[in-house]
């Protein structure tokens, strides 16, 4: 079965600290698809990446990064340097194979502070 | 600007009343989705049409009826809810099924009385 852990409710830091977000999932597929959407306040979910299970290269974009570990089903965000702006809820996703269907995850909370 | 519209933003109805939701998007995909985000609880996903033909139905309660008129324009009729679908509504739109990206609008936020 298909599955996303975000164990992390809500974090709070202070701007400019940097803060991993934790995402782990579970699927028995080889093919597969991971995501990480924003939520600011608005509600839109805005799409950050994506990322394909046979790709588990470490990609920066700007202040974010993530880590994609297959040995321990593990797609981690963090944010360098963090900024007011980031505040939002942050959702990791999972889709298998050729499907319409993502997975989400409960969701962090991320509070940046100034 | 995100390229999914959702109107209305916000809808508060009775149980009784008959009231629909509408999504558009702009962006030349060929599918669009529902999906609704309870508070503390995963976005579920409700339905998924490809090329105006729904694909997928989440075991989503017949209260909630879907219309697709064409690849641009997603409908939610919603008729004789309760309480508990009190939710944030999402339309997303992808290119196609599968890898690519689902792009969301802003929702809607319905209250049920």
């Known amino acids: 079965a298909q599955k996303v852990t975000q164990a992390q409710t809500e974090i709070s830091v202070v701007e400019k600290e940097d803060v991993t977000l934790d995402c782990v999932y579970e699927t028995r597929d080889t093919t597969y698809y991971l995501f990480w959407y924003k939520q600011p306040p608005s509600g839109e979910l805005v799409f950050l990446i994506r990322r394909n299970s046979f790709d588990e290269q470490n990609e920066i974009s700007g202040r974010y990064s993530w880590n994609f570990q297959k040995s321990t089903s593990s797609f981690n965000f963090t944010i360098t340097a963090s900024q007011v702006v980031d505040s939002a809820v942050y959702f990791c996703a999972l889709s298998e194979g050729r499907t319409d269907k993502l997975i989400f995850g409960t969701g962090t909370r991320l509070q940046v502070f100034p | 600007e995100t390229g999914v519209t959702q109107t209305p933003r916000h809808l508060v109805m009775g149980m009784t009343n008959k009231k629909s939701l509408k999504c558009e998007q702009h962006l030349g995909h060929n599918a669009m989705y529902w999906y609704k985000q309870s508070a503390k609880k995963p976005l579920e996903l409700m339905f998924v049409?490809?090329?105006?033909?729904?694909?997928e139905n989440n075991s989503v309660p017949s209260r909630f009826s879907p219309e697709c008129p064409n690849s641009s324009h997603l409908f939610l009729h919603l008729h004789t809810l309760q309480p508990e679908d009190s939710a944030l509504y999402l339309c997303?739109?992808?290119?196609?099924?599968?890898?690519?990206?689902?792009?969301f609008g802003d929702g809607t936020r319905l209250s049920i009385l």
């Open positions: 997303a739109s992808s290119p196609g099924v599968g890898d690519q990206p689902q792009h």
């Open positions: 049409y490809n090329f105006k033909e729904q694909t």
